[in-house]
């Protein structure tokens, strides 16, 4: 494996499905980035994607070894890439932090607390550089956002309300809907909500949630309160039966501020301050908006960093056990809790 202070670095994906697509699109634009190899369950679809992509090398799962070991098992990837269902996460960062592989994984990072303790316990063992894709973090617009926020431009704030949703059709055999895969609104919707709230009011003394689950066992919408000691309150509603504006609206005590939708890639602000003007700031992108999570990832591991301050390990096990508390509320439990 290259060193970290080496500018090049070996790029690896695992799994072809839609948000590789979307991620893999930003990786081809990233300086420095190089495009070495993909996995997936089939070898027509790792074949395919390689060369959509122009990745060197594709890898599909054998009778005695899946695509995803043989991957890790390149000497030219420093880096991978998991696009996989929630529940298969675990299994293979495991497998990627064993075999010396920086991880960048996407949200969320596992689907329980156990296993996200698990994980940043052998990336620290391993001096390997480990982050999950909560790629709303790292945007232009969440960035300036939370700077407004903190220098004091609303004032203190006292509350917050996060909505996101959308009727979505259905389909037992889609992971959206697979208890197996991880599937319903809370670890693929709410995540966006409570990290607005959490990178604005902090992690919560309380937290009390209510919701509704289908005939499979999976959330189909929930309405999450986090409490904070000093009467702040965050209400968070995530659904997929029905479609919301996907907003975030801050309110403190000097004034307010309010996101583009949608929340999780905002590409407008609106905000008034003490003085009552309400003004208005675009964020224009060109490309999908993961590249700026792919550059902290890549700074991180050039400047030989095992966790990005942007979205440091001792946050995302505590955002996955506030998942856990409120499935326990919810009555949702997943196969991996076993």
Request: hydrophobic letters at 40%; charged letters at 20%.
């Amino acid at each position: 494996m290259r060193k970290p202070d080496e500018h090049p670095l070996g790029w690896g994906v695992v799994a072809t499905g839609r948000i590789a697509h979307r991620v893999t699109r930003d990786l081809a634009l990233l300086e420095g980035a190089v495009l070495q190899a993909v996995s997936s369950r089939s070898a027509a679809a790792a074949k395919d994607f390689a060369g959509q992509y122009g990745f060197a090398a594709s890898y599909h799962d054998q009778p005695a070894e899946n695509g995803y070991a043989q991957l890790f098992a390149d000497p030219l990837v420093d880096v991978v890439y998991i696009a996989t269902p929630h529940a298969q996460h675990f299994e293979v960062a495991k497998a990627a932090l064993e075999a010396g592989k920086h991880v960048l994984c996407e949200k969320p990072l596992t689907v329980n607390a156990r296993e996200a303790r698990e994980l940043t316990s052998l990336a620290g063992a391993r001096k390997l550089f480990l982050m999950e894709a909560v790629w709303t973090r790292f945007l232009p617009a969440t960035r300036r956002a939370l700077d407004l926020i903190r220098s004091g431009g609303i004032g203190e704030v006292r509350w917050l309300q996060a909505d996101l949703g959308f009727a979505a059709a259905y389909d037992p055999q889609d992971r959206l809907w697979d208890p197996a895969a991880g599937g319903g609104a809370l670890l693929d919707l709410t995540v966006y909500p409570l990290t607005w709230a959490v990178s604005t009011l902090g992690f919560p003394a309380g937290i009390t949630a209510e919701g509704r689950l289908n005939q499979d066992g999976v959330d189909v919408q929930n309405t999450v309160t986090l409490h904070y000691p000093d009467g702040a309150a965050a209400q968070l509603v995530s659904s997929l039966q029905s479609n919301s504006p996907g907003t975030v609206t801050v309110s403190g005590t000097k004034g307010w501020l309010r996101t583009g939708s949608p929340l999780y890639n905002p590409r407008s602000l609106q905000y008034s301050g003490a003085g009552g003007v309400v003004r208005t700031e675009a964020f224009p992108e060109e490309t999908e908006g993961f590249i700026h999570e792919l550059r902290e990832a890549a700074r991180c591991i050039r400047a030989g960093l095992q966790e990005s301050p942007l979205m440091p390990w001792d946050e995302s096990v505590r955002i996955m056990q506030l998942l856990d508390d409120v499935r326990e509320q919810l009555g949702l439990r997943y196969a991996n809790d076993s």
